[in-house]
């Protein structure tokens, strides 16, 4: 799948690149996943995280979305951003496209799960507290 949009970035994400990648006549349903950074985590105030990525997490992210597309039959799409974020910045979008929506939000809900367990991406929470923690390594 040659046109698939699987892609890590260190720019602001686009969220209308994602759908429209997914996005077409013969479907009914686009489901669009924006996970984005809270100012809470574990009862403690997160000022900013940062994002980090193995060097090979673009293939890893790019192998999710080929074998979610393959398994549903549907079109998917995702970019995942790394580097400094503040809260409100969006972190990663994903988005599924079906002719109906129960397929496109159980899709877009695997691909997200996919994504968390299986792309090699880490981030450090930046608490107000000055305190910070690794999450996912």
Known sequence: MTDLLAH???????TSVVENAVAGPEHGAV????????NHDGGQSVSTLEYQAHPDAERFLRKCCAEVAAESGL????????GDLTVGDIAL?????????????????????????EV????????????????GL
């Not at 489901?31 to 809270?38: D, H, K, N, P, T």
């Not at 899709?107 to 968390?116: F, G, Q, S, Y």
Request: charged fraction near 20%; charge should be positive.
């Open 120 to 135: 090699p991406i880490w981030k450090r929470q930046n608490f107000a507290t000055g305190m910070s923690e690794w999450v």
């Open 8 to 14: 890590i970035s260190s720019e602001a994400l686009d």
């Open 75 to 82: 079109p998917v799409a995702a970019i995942h951003r790394v």
């Open 31 to 38: 489901v669009l996943f924006s996970g984005v950074v809270r």
């Open 93 to 117: 979008v994903a988005a599924v496209a079906s002719p109906h929506r129960a397929e496109a939000f159980a899709t877009c809900a695997t691909l997200v799960e996919r994504i968390k367990s």
